[in-house]
């Protein structure tokens, strides 16, 4: 017999996203750790598993989904691809470098069968509490399929929930009482361009969903696009034809129209909110609750993972994102060698304190996006050099080429907005620099999984 405590091994992952899905990876080889991931929806994949509801999911819960039907990603899938599996290890031969969700999705689950991690997640079961208990954690959560709602303790818990879920929703005046029958909907409830054919669209926000859905709906045929600005100014594009930038929106009266600041105005069907989401936890206790703008060095989070308030919780992909998959499989073998005792944490809350104040000034110092593409993968480079010096197995990448694919896809924006899917980009991982796709996006209609890859 030993006087020994036990070792700390229950481990609760909340969300089988890309980054819960990383996380499980990373464990994978762990066998004597006691993982539980929890999953809301009732498969894996985050919000690349698409869903068609809007409002509350099956069973009454926030739906928690902001993808859309056509969605194609947003940038070259050379700056997201894993080093241990490769696209065209998945997909046989290159592809395109701007897949559809379907293709993504099916690489994200290709990884994560590679890695045998299914067992681990408990699907439709909603995390509901997170508190702190005797040096632990009790997680309560429901399983939705039985209706049963039971607490389990743990001794670390990993926050995997994503932060594009929750909708931020300014009002503008005359929103409640026009009577003109003006569809208004934030970005987290649009699903398909085609509601929107052949409408007058007014799209309020300058940021990727605002440059994305605006698209999607001139793609699907939409009779004009207005794009209103507020804090960032224009994003000055070569836009179509029946495209126009306008300064915020002020109000709208009059049936349909809407006014803007500087006193012009438009006729408007239908105004679309992409004002961004907000960082929500209902499920997490007050002193456990992460509190944050949308940045990259994000408030409270040493190495941009650890709580600094209590280093047994941690949060994967919590920051803004110009990385994606690859830098939440950095944080999560990053935070799989903490919990394992390989990786050491500062010796006081201070220097933790620290370490988020110094990224933070760093960030306030960055001029531009390719500033904040250059922080960000020099960022997910200081945590794969951390791991590889006490891991030899991890799966380690060129920071610096996959830099590059950022901004080749920075530049071809600026060419053309309508235009930039059609070009490809160098895999940093296999050298391979991807064929143009066979069709080209406006024109590319039909982007199922099938079509796509021309089966
Ligand atoms: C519309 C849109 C398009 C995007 N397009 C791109 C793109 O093209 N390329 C790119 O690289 N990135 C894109 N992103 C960024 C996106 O954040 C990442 O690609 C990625 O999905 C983030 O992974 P995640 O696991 O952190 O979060 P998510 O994908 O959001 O997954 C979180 C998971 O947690 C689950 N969950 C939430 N709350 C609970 C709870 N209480 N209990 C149990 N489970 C819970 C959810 O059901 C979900 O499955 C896009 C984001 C949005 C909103
Ligand atoms: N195809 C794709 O792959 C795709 C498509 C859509 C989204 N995404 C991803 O989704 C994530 C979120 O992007 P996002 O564009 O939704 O959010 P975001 O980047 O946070 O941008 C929010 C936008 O809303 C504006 N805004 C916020 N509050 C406002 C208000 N009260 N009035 C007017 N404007 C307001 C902001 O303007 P200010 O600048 O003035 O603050 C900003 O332009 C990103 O990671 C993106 O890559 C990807």
Redesign the pocket.
């Known amino acids: 017999m030993t006087d020994e405590a036990p070792p700390r091994r229950r481990v609760a992952i909340i969300g089988a996203g890309p980054s819960g899905l990383a996380q499980l990876c990373a464990f994978s080889s762990e066998k004597d750790m006691q993982l539980v991931c929890f999953e809301k929806q009732s498969n894996w994949g985050g919000l690349w598993n698409y869903s068609w509801r809007t409002g509350t999911d099956e069973y009454g819960n926030p739906c928690s989904n902001?993808m859309y039907r056509n969605?194609?990603?947003?940038?070259p899938k050379e700056g997201l691809e894993f080093s241990d599996y490769t696209f065209e290890q998945h997909f046989g031969s290159p592809i395109g470098s701007y897949p559809p969700r379907s293709v993504l999705l099916d690489y994200i689950e290709g990884r994560a069968k590679q890695y045998n991690v299914r067992s681990h997640i408990r699907f439709s079961t909603i995390v509901r509490d997170v508190r702190t208990c005797s040096g632990a954690f009790e997680v309560t959560s429901r399983n939705e399929c039985t209706d049963v709602e039971s607490t389990e303790v743990f001794d670390y818990v990993i926050v995997a929930t994503g932060h594009?879920s929750v909708p931020?929703v300014?009002e503008f005046p005359g929103f409640a009482n026009h009577n003109s029958g003006i569809r208004i909907l934030h970005?987290h409830d649009f699903r398909d361009a085609r509601e929107f054919t052949g409408a007058n669209v007014l799209i309020?926000?300058?940021?990727?969903?605002?440059e994305?859905?605006g698209s999607q709906c001139w793609k699907y045929g939409a009779k004009s696009i207005v794009l209103?600005?507020?804090?960032?100014g224009p994003l000055g594009y070569k836009w179509p034809e029946n495209w126009k930038e306008v300064p915020?929106?002020e109000r709208i009266s009059e049936g349909k129209t809407a006014y803007f600041i500087d006193g012009s105005s438009s006729t408007v069907d239908a105004i679309i909110l992409?004002?961004?989401?907000k960082h929500h936890f209902p499920f997490l206790s007050d002193e456990l609750r992460l509190k944050t703008t949308?940045r990259l060095a994000t408030t409270n989070l040493y190495k941009g993972v650890v709580w600094n308030d209590n280093s047994a919780l941690f949060y994967l992909g919590m920051q803004?994102?110009w990385y994606t998959f690859n830098m939440f499989d950095a944080q999560a073998w990053w935070v799989q060698g903490c919990i394992m005792g390989r990786i050491q944490l500062p010796n006081t809350k201070q220097d933790m304190i620290q370490d988020v104040v110094d990224r933070q000034a760093a960030e306030d110092a960055i001029v531009d996006d390719y500033g904040a593409i250059a922080y960000q993968g020099a960022y997910t480079k200081e945590l794969m050099d951390e791991i590889t010096t006490t891991d030899s197995n991890y799966p380690t990448f060129d920071v610096e080429a996959t830099n590059v694919a950022f901004y080749e896809w920075k530049k071809s924006k600026r060419t053309g907005f309508m235009g930039f899917r059609d070009g490809g980009h160098t895999s940093p991982m296999t050298g391979t620099k991807s064929p143009a796709h066979h069709t080209k996006w406006k024109e590319a209609l039909d982007d199922s999984l099938d079509t796509y890859l021309g089966n």
């Not at 209103?228 to 960032?232: G, Q, T």
């Open positions: 902001s969605l194609w990603s947003n940038g594009f931020n300014p970005a309020v926000g300058s940021s990727y969903s605002a994305d859905i209103s600005h507020r804090r960032s915020q929106l992409c004002t961004g989401y949308n803004d994102q």
